[in-house]
C-alpha cells in the first residue's frame, strides 16, 4: 500500500467554518475513513497541523478532533517541509496575508470564499498563484449539495427544454442576540469587519449560476440594513453598519434571467434554507439542500386565477421528487477530495482562485449598482 501523506496548515481553524464544515465533516472524517483511496493499493491521508492565535483554543480543539499537532506559529507551520498545502479559513480581511506567507514558502493554495475584500486583491492573488506555479483551489461547496446535483441532472439529460428563469430564495431568521445566542458571528453585520450579505452570498451565486445556468453577463442589486442594531459575542449593543439583505437580478448571456433574494431578516415558508425554482420550456423544478422536485409539462396543471372559490388545484401535490439514486457526502468533504487528489496525482481541479476572484468580482458588482442604482455589466 502507497500511502500519501499530505500536510496541511489549517489556519482559522477554530473559527465556525473552519471547525465544522473543514476540520470536523471534511479532514477529521477523510481520516476517519482511512484516507482518501485511489484504488487498491494507494491512498491519500491528510496530516493536518491546526495554526490559531490561542493556544489554548488549539489545544481543546486538538484533543476533541484528535489531531496530534497544532501551533501559534504559522511561519514555522509554513517552513516544515512535511506541510505541502495551506488552507485558510480566517476572516476575509485577513486571507491576502496568509495566502501570501503560503506561497511564499511554496505551498499549495486553497481557501474559502471570499478569496479577498476586492476583486483587484482576488485577482492578484490568482496571478501570484499561478505564477509561482502553485496548485490552488477555493471552496465553492454548493456545488456538491445533494440537491443541486440532482437539478444539475435535470440539466444535463435537457428535462427544462429551453431554460426561461431561476429564481433563487436563500436566508432564514438570525436572531439580533438581544435575547438569544448568537447563530452567525457578529462581525458579518459591520462593513468594517468586511461582513455584509453581499460580499459573503453573491461569492456563491456566481459560482452556482456560471456552473449550472452559464455566464453572467450584467446586474442589478439592491442592498439593505434592514435591521439596525444587533448585539455582539458579549452582549455589547452594536450599530450594524452591513447590508444584510440584497434583491439582486442577473441577466445571462444566453438570455437567461435569475433573480435571487438573500437575507438574514426573514422566516422560512418554504422547502429549505436555499430554495432554487428552475423553469423551462418543458418543465420546472425546485431544488433545495438536498431535494429536488420536478413537475413536466405534460403534468402542469391548467391554473385560472379565482379568488372566490377555494383553489380548486392543490399545486404542491403536482410535483414528483428526483429520486436519490447516489450516496451523497457533504459538500465540503467531496471538494477537499477532490483537491487533494488534484495536489497528489494531478486530477483536473478548475475551482481555482482564479474562479474565486470572479465572485469577489461579482459581489463588488452588485455593491456598486447599489450605490449607484443601475444595472451593470460584467
Ligand atoms: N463557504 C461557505 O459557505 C462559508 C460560510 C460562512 C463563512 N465563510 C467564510 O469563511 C471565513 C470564516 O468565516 P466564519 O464564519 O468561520 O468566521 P469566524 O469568525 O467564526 O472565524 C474566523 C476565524 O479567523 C480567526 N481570525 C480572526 N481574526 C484573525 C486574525 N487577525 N488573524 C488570524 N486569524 C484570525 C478567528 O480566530 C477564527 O478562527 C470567512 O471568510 C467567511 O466569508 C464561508
Redesign the pocket.
Known amino acids: 500500500m502507497i500511502t500519501h501523506k499530505v500536510g496541511i496548515v489549517m489556519?482559522?481553524?477554530?473559527?465556525?467554518?473552519?471547525t465544522n464544515?473543514h476540520l470536523l465533516r471534511s479532514i477529521k472524517a477523510i481520516i476517519d475513513q482511512g484516507g482518501i483511496r485511489l484504488g487498491d493499493a494507494e491512498v491519500i491521508m491528510p496530516d493536518p497541523i491546526l495554526v490559531?492565535?490561542?493556544e489554548a483554543k488549539l489545544a481543546a480543539l486538538a484533543a476533541r478532533a484528535g489531531i496530534a499537532r497544532y501551533t501559534t506559529d504559522l511561519a514555522a507551520a509554513l517552513a516544515d517541509a512535511r506541510n505541502q498545502v495551506y488552507f485558510d479559513?480566517?476572516?476575509?480581511g485577513?486571507?491576502p496575508v496568509?495566502v501570501r506567507q503560503a506561497i511564499a514558502a511554496g505551498k499549495h493554495i486553497y481557501c474559502?470564499?471570499?478569496t479577498a475584500t476586492t476583486s483587484a486583491e482576488a485577482f492578484a492573488l490568482a496571478d501570484e498563484v499561478e505564477a509561482a506555479g502553485l496548485k490552488n483551489g477555493v471552496?465553492q461547496?454548493?456545488l456538491w449539495l445533494p440537491g443541486l446535483l440532482k437539478l444539475k441532472y435535470l440539466i444535463d439529460t435537457g428535462f427544462f427544454g429551453k431554460i426561461l428563469s431561476v429564481r433563487g430564495e436563500f436566508g432564514y431568521w438570525v436572531f439580533t442576540g438581544e435575547h438569544e445566542a448568537l447563530q452567525?458571528?457578529s462581525?458579518?453585520y459591520r462593513k468594517e469587519d468586511d461582513g455584509g450579505i453581499i460580499v459573503?452570498m453573491l461569492c456563491?451565486w456566481q459560482y452556482v449560476i456560471q456552473n449550472l445556468f452559464g455566464e453572467i453577463e450584467s446586474l442589478s442589486c439592491l442592498g439593505a440594513t434592514h435591521i439596525p442594531q444587533r448585539w455582539n459575542e458579549t452582549g455589547q449593543s452594536y450599530t450594524c453598519t452591513a447590508d444584510d439583505a440584497a434583491y439582486a437580478t442577473f441577466q445571462l448571456k444566453n438570455g437567461t434571467i435569475c433573480h435571487f433574494n438573500s437575507s438574514w431578516c426573514v422566516r422560512v415558508d418554504r422547502d429549505d434554507l436555499l430554495t432554487l425554482q428552475v423553469d423551462g420550456t418543458q418543465g420546472s423544478a425546485v431544488a433545495g439542500l438536498r431535494d429536488c422536485k420536478a413537475q413536466p409539462l405534460a403534468a402542469t396543471p391548467r391554473a385560472i386565477w379565482n379568488p372566490d372559490i377555494d383553489s380548486p388545484i392543490d399545486y404542491k401535490s403536482g410535483w414528483s421528487r428526483v429520486p436519490t439514486n447516489a450516496v451523497y457526502d457533504n459538500a465540503f468533504k467531496v471538494q477537499w477530495e477532490l483537491f487533494l487528489r488534484h495536489v497528489v496525482k494531478g486530477e483536473p481541479f478548475r475551482w481555482s482562485l482564479r474562479e474565486g476572484a470572479k465572485g469577489v468580482q461579482l459581489a463588488e458588482l452588485g455593491l456598486r449598482s447599489w450605490a449607484e442604482r443601475r444595472w451593470v455589466d460584467v
Open positions: 489556519n482559522g481553524v477554530t473559527g465556525r467554518m473552519g464544515q490559531g492565535r490561542s479559513a480566517t476572516l476575509t485577513q486571507r496568509g474559502e470564499k471570499p471552496v461547496d454548493k452567525r458571528p462581525w458579518n459573503d456563491h
